[in-house]
């Protein structure tokens, strides 16, 4: 039984070979709970403010160990607890001739910050053949996760990794000595709990094994200028990674479920093919996490997943749980691909997927129906046909675009853009002209098509019936900004305008961002059942991770005050840690989205995406947007050579 009440806490200031000159203090907190085994609370925070007196773990479920017994996992509980100065001693009794010493250092030790030493006095007992250390941390504060170098194909893998607990830090978890050190990420979403489950190699042969965990501060992304915004967005930048835990049930006939180590919406909830494009992005700008950590390899793994399981004969990829029809989720993975080859020169990996990127984009080019260059959704986008269970075309999947949907054209016409350059990099030159050509074809087409000439910028989409369906959208019309599908002179009249068009209906709270429509959707073009009032969720809520679209279509068009402004605002509220309140999963109650006030009107609670308007201290600089839109400049200068 637990004897007393143990507690460390400390906040260290610079380690020698751990904190650069710019960065603060690290806080770190480790107790003993009484009734709770081994550690009942563990935080901490990296950028030393006061998120460490959260506690990251499910509460009256401590950090504890188990021991193997015969096909059996089983706490061990016989403990008693000793604080020595600086240290939580935890003496386990085996049985009467040996014990398990767990020591708990929280002070810096060889660059270390926490230190959890175990050691074997005396031979295992009988029918006992290993040890695990469970860290059940709590999605409900945040959606702690592992990031390892890579997963094996079981969805295990080893130390070195990163626990990453979004707004809290990261922290690097190692085994002190290199001995092979295995690790598992399971959760549950209804129950909403993590394990990070770790294998340790304590045996007759190897009697002590030392784990440390060491803050992780990222170098600002080469070529960034500004670094003083670096340090205003390093807390929040890891959010948008977040590995999926092995939750649900598993197989063809349970689709509400998730591998372990896919980039995803968070920890417990679902990967999504229409989303990959956003978690690349990220880690396109990201530097080498570790020596031996790349994030880049969590997106191979992705990729692999999405494009050589999910894909359906005709070339759809199938965007989450059993649902089609989206055509962002054949566009997605072939831009994260650009992403990918680009930060990785990973060549070979290119050749191998090269044809089945070719499948999916395919499939888009046989949507184009009439050959105008847009590329038809099967959904008619027509009043009144959106009907649950059914979705749209689109991530936006209770809003019935469709037809000519404007979003997930301004993503296809990216991805053409960047399969061409793909194919540049492979000497493939036939087939780099014919996917620039569609992509010509689309620009050509797109604000033709889209063009409203009663407000001067660009309808959300049209429909099968030829109706343009306009709600005031900064999002799309931000995107073809961006993207240069209307020229940066068109753009900052429609950005212009935009401006206005919130003073117009009053909204002001742009640390929230900005919505995705100034005025509300009709209900015929919302899922139906399930229209909801304006400002809730995706009828004009906002969302803070699509309005990276608008920051980036106001550098693109010379409009860098108004961007900085907006992109401030925002990180005040990121530097709070508001753009999300832990893993909800319950509809209205997730700060994900919000109504104009920074009511909750979303469901995930902590949405990875939300943080990727970070990406705009990037793209505010020339060198890095040019960089970045390589694959759409090429398709300007005509380096293909039609």
Partial sequence: MIRMIAILSVILGNLVGVILADQPTVKIRCETL???????????????????????????SGVSLYAQVGDDWQP????????????IRQVYQLSPETQLTWLTTVAPKEGAVLTMQFSLNGPLPAGMSGFRLLLPFNPRVTPTT???????????????????????????????????????????????????????????VSRETTLTLTPLYLDPPDGLKNRELWLQVRRGWFNPLQTTSRWGEHGPNHPFSSPPGLLGNNVVSDPGSCSIWFYAD????????????????????????????????????????????????????????????????????????????????????????????????LQSGNYGTLVAPNRSCAWWDVLNCGHKDGYTNAIIFRAWCCLADLEQKLGRTEQAKKYAKMAKK?????????????????????????????????TVNGMAIEYGLVSPEEGKVILQKFWEKMDEVGFDRFDLGVPPMLIPVLEADYIMPGYTEFQHYANGGITAG???????????????DKADFLLNEMLKRQAEGKFHNGVVDVHGQG??????????????????ESCRFLQAIMLREPHLRAKYYAPIHNLENDVYNE
């Fill in 591 to 608: 700060i994900d989205w919000t109504d104009w006030k920074g009511n909750p009107t979303g469901y995930e609670g902590y949405l990875s």
């Fill in 282 to 377: 990220q880690a396109f700008w990201t530097p080498q996490l570790t020596p031996d950590i790349s994030i880049m390899n969590t997106v191979r793994r992705t990729l692999d997943y999405w494009i050589d399981h999910k894909v359906m004969e005709n070339g759809e990829v199938i965007c989450y749980w059993y649902y089609t029809g989206f055509l962002d989720a054949n566009a997605g993975p072939i831009v994260a691909a650009w992403s990918y080859v680009t930060a990785t020169d990973d060549v070979k990996w290119l050749e191998s997927k090269i044809e089945r990127l070719e499948f999916i984009a395919d499939y888009l080019v046989h949507r184009d129906i009439d050959g105008d260059g847009m590329v038809e959704a």
């Fill in 34 to 60: 009484e009734g709770v085994p081994g550690l009942g609370f563990l935080s901490w925070d990296t950028e030393g403010g006061n998120r460490v007196d959260e506690n990251l773990l499910v509460p009256n």
């Fill in 442 to 474: 689309l620009k050509a087409s797109y604000a033709a098509t889209l063009r409203n000439p009663e407000t001067g910028w660009l309808a959300w989409w049209k429909s099968e019936d030829g109706m343009l369906h306009d709600y005031a959208a900064p």
């Fill in 146 to 204: 592992a990031i390892p170098n890579q997963f094996d194909a079981e969805g295990g893998y080893s130390l070195p990794a990163i626990v990453s607990a979004p707004d809290f830090g990261q922290m690097v978890l190692v085994e002190k000595s290199g001995l092979p050190t295995d690790g598992l990420l399971l959760g549950n979403r209804a129950e909403k709990f993590v394990h990070l489950i770790l294998g340790l190699p304590l045996n007759d």
């Fill in 546 to 560: 699509h309005v990276l679209h608008f920051l980036a279509a106001h550098y693109v068009a010379g409009m860098d």
């Fill in 76 to 87: 061990l509980t016989d403990v008693t607890v000793a604080q020595d100065p600086g240290t």
